[in-house]
Nanobody, 123 residues
Framework: QVRLVESGGGLVQPGGSLRLSCTASGSISSINTMGWYRQAPGKQRELVAHITNSDTTNYADSVKGRFTISREKAKNTVYLQMNSLKPGDTAVYYC?????????????????WGQGTQVTVSS
């Protein structure tokens, strides 16, 4: 019932910038938190940043000061502005959302993931 679609990944040189977007669609009543995770080859998926419904943000130490998460509630969209990118930021980036969704006439909590978008930082 819920779909998260990411965009904005790609290849960028060290020191460059990228902006990721993720839009949620479906039988959504409300969205509690939205966030970005990443998974590099051979490593576990890790939290990059998340933002609550009250716009409280949290970042991994490795991206503080370089990445900014923001949210456009009217469009059910979350963004990740990534600046000063490093080769260590190379990974598949996944959007995540904690939502209240309609299952028939019933409201239920759901945690959904996007399909992932590749970010490669290389010269």
């Amino acid at each position: 019932q819920v779909r998260l679609v990411e965009s904005g990944g790609g290849l960028v040189q060290p020191g460059g910038s990228l902006r990721l977007s993720c839009t949620a669609s479906g039988s959504i009543s409300s969205i509690n938190t939205m966030g970005w995770y990443r998974q590099a080859p051979g490593k576990q998926r890790e939290l990059v940043a998340h933002i609550t419904n009250s716009d409280t943000t949290n970042y991994a130490d490795s991206v503080k000061g370089r990445f900014t998460i923001s949210r456009e509630k009217a469009k059910n969209t979350v963004y990740l502005q990534m600046n000063s990118l490093k080769p260590g930021d190379t990974a598949v980036y996944y959007c995540n959302a904690d939502l209240e969704v309609f299952i028939g006439s019933t409201l239920e909590r759901s945690v959904s993931w996007g399909q992932g978008t590749q970010v490669t930082v290389s010269s």
